[in-house]
C-alpha cells in the first residue's frame, strides 16, 4: 500500500464530503436542530439541576451532529451514480469510510465546541479537566462518525431509508445512556441496560472532565469507545465489501 496515496484519498474524499454535505436538509435537522429541541423539551421550565444535566446534553448534541453526515452520503452518492465512479479511481475501500468518517467526526467537533463555550459562558459550568474534555469531543466524534458511517452501509440508493433508519437506531439511545436520568441514579436492569450503549460511556467522560464525579474510571470509558470504534468501522468495511461484489 501507498501510504501517501492513502492518506491523500483520505483527505480528499473528507474535502469533498464536508464541501458538499454539511448544508444538506437532513445533516441540518438531525444534527442542529433535533438536539437543541430535545434540549428546550426536556429541561427548559423545569426546576432541574443544569450542572448535573449538562453533560448529558453535551453528549447528545456531539451524538447527534457526529452521525448526522455519514448516514446521508453512501446513498446520495449511490443515487447521483458517483459512488461507482469514486471506487474505481485509485483509492481503497478504507480510504472511502474513513473519508466518511472524518467528515462526520470534524462536524461533531466544530458544532458541539461552539455549543458548548456559548453554554460554559452564559451558564458558568464547572470545568475539572480540559485535557479530558478535548479529548472527550475528538474520541467522541470518530465514535459516533463511525456510528453513521455504519448505518449508511446498507444497500440503497435511497436516503430517506437511510436516514429513518438512522432515527430507529439513535432516538432509542438517547433514552439509555444516562442523558435524562444520571448514571448514579441507577441500578438493576436499568444499569445493565445503559451500560450497552456507547454514548454512556461517552456522557461518562463528559461527566469526569466537567463535574468530576464519573461513574466508570475514564479509562473504562476510554477503552470501551475505543473498541466501538474498530467495530463500527470493521462492520462497515465488510458491509460494503460485500455489496461491492455483488455490485450493488
Known amino acids: 500500500m501507498d501510504w501517501k ?4 484519498s483520505i483527505v480528499v474524499v473528507t474535502e469533498k464530503n464536508m464541501r458538499i454535505y454539511y448544508f444538506k436538509g437532513p445533516v441540518v435537522v438531525f444534527g442542529l436542530l433535533f438536539p437543541l429541541i430535545m434540549f428546550l423539551t426536556f429541561f427548559i421550565g423545569r426546576n432541574l439541576d443544569i450542572i448535573l444535566f449538562f453533560p448529558g446534553f453535551l ?15 453512501t446513498p446520495w452518492e449511490k443515487r447521483e451514480k458517483t459512488y461507482e465512479r469514486l471506487v474505481s479511481l485509485p483509492v481503497i475501500l478504507e480510504s472511502i469510510i474513513i473519508g466518511d468518517l472524518m467528515a462526520g467526526a470534524i462536524f461533531g467537533v466544530g458544532i458541539t465546541t461552539i455549543v458548548f463555550v456559548i453554554s460554559a ?17 475528538v474520541l467522541g466524534s470518530i465514535t459516533f462518525a463511525a456510528l453513521g458511517t455504519l448505518l449508511a452501509s446498507p444497500t ?13 437506531v439513535r432516538l432509542p439511545l438517547i433514552f439509555v445512556s444516562g442523558i435524562f436520568i444520571p448514571l448514579s441514579q441507577l441500578g438493576g436492569w436499568e444499569w445493565i441496560l445503559t451500560s450497552l450503549s456507547p454514548l454512556t460511556y461517552l456522557v461518562d467522560l463528559f461527566h469526569a472532565s466537567l463535574n ?22 470493521w462492520c462497515a468495511k465488510v458491509i460494503q465489501k460485500r455489496n461491492l461484489v455483488k455490485g450493488i
Do not use: E, Q
Open 212 to 233: 468530576g464525579d464519573a461513574v466508570y474510571p475514564p479509562w473504562v470509558d476510554v477503552l470501551v469507545l475505543m473498541a466501538v470504534i474498530l467495530v463500527f468501522i
Open 5 to 8: 496515496i492513502f492518506a491523500r
Open 156 to 168: 440503497t440508493d435511497n436516503p430517506s431509508n437511510i436516514m429513518m433508519l438512522s432515527s430507529l
Open 121 to 137: 459562558v452564559l451558564l458558568h459550568l464547572p470545568l475539572a479537566n480540559v485535557g479530558l474534555l478535548a479529548f472527550s469531543f
Open 59 to 73: 453528549g447528545m448534541m456531539l451524538f447527534f451532529t457526529a452521525s448526522s453526515v455519514g448516514p446521508l452520503i
